[in-house]
């Protein structure tokens, strides 16, 4: 029987850790948070006084829990809906502060590719890469994704429109650390992506992974969804794996490949 490597396993379980988006160690030895939150609730305890409880308040109708986050989504539809190009929806964006994930990020993510392409590509968020250079799939999914598009013969520097690809995410921030987006960012930046692809007006979309299907089709489950023709922004949809994922999960590129060549040969029926 041949022993594995103990040296080659560390090192890739460190590639798989910085492929996810760790960049530090935080300590050499595990902490135990819940004991920590238990002895800070007995000293508390035993500092204060035990107040006696309060009467039942009523709720509202609309919980005041929520009402930052409507607030929030009406700005971006009017910001949105104000811009009447992609210039000034990237404006726009920029002008935005509701969202959180900005003071944290070095770059405004906006798009990448000819907006004239009739094949529109939406990811979830930056990672790291691409908060440093201000485009979207640029790391080694990046890469991924740029191969396979040149398989069925596209690419995100063709100026022809046939040959072209556009490519945007759902949040144009990256979250911290590389976590996913949460529902509220989600919610506040979709008025946004729906603005977005109607200035670029492709004639289909591609959401990748399963944040860009929640955000756009409302569902998750990205090995059920995927190759499944559907409708996004009143325009037809075919949900993807993600590159990033595919890096993980070699096995799964057969079902990538399949699903370029659908979209390969909707794009031909296009013409």
């Known amino acids: 029987m041949t022993g594995t490597d103990p040296h080659a396993e560390a090192l890739a379980q460190l590639a798989w850790l910085v492929e996810l988006g760790a ?5 050499e030895q595990p902490v135990n948070r819940f004991e920590e939150a238990d002895a800070a609730k007995v000293a508390d305890r035993q500092q204060k006084p035990v107040a006696p409880p309060a009467a039942p308040v009523a709720k509202s109708v609309t919980s005041p829990d929520r009402a930052p986050l409507d607030e929030a989504v009406e700005v971006a539809r009017r910001l949105a809906a104000g811009a ?19 003071k944290g990020a070095r770059n405004l993510v906006f798009a990448d590719g000819n ?5 529109m590509i939406i990811g979830e968020a930056p990672g790291r890469d691409e908060d440093r250079e201000g485009f979207p799939f640029v790391g080694r999914a990046g890469k991924l994704l740029d191969r396979m598009l040149a398989a069925i013969g596209l690419s995100r520097k063709a100026e022809e429109a046939e040959n072209a690809v556009y490519i945007a995410n759902v949040l144009p921030w990256r979250p911290p650390q590389n976590r996913d987006p949460t529902p509220d960012e989600i ?3 979709l ?14 979309i591609v959401p990748m992974g399963n944040i860009a299907c929640q955000a756009v089709l409302g569902r998750r489950g990205i090995t059920r969804l995927r190759g499944q023709w559907t409708q996004a922004f009143d325009r037809p949809a075919l949900p993807m794996f993600h ?10 590129k057969r079902e990538a490949w399949a699903d370029l060549l659908e979209i390969q040969s ?3 029926g296009l013409n």
Request: charged share 25%.
């Open 187 to 189: 919610a506040m930046m």
């Open 191 to 204: 008025p946004f992506l729906a603005r977005h692809v109607a200035l670029a007006n492709p004639d289909l």
């Open 23 to 27: 960049t530090e160690a935080i300590g």
């Open 84 to 102: 009447g190009d992609l210039a000034a929806l990237r404006a726009a964006i920029d002008a935005f502060e509701g969202c959180e994930l900005k």
């Open 243 to 252: 590159p990033a994922y595919l890096l993980r999960s070699p096995a799964r």
């Open 266 to 268: 909707r794009l031909k």
């Open 115 to 119: 907006p004239a392409a009739r094949l």
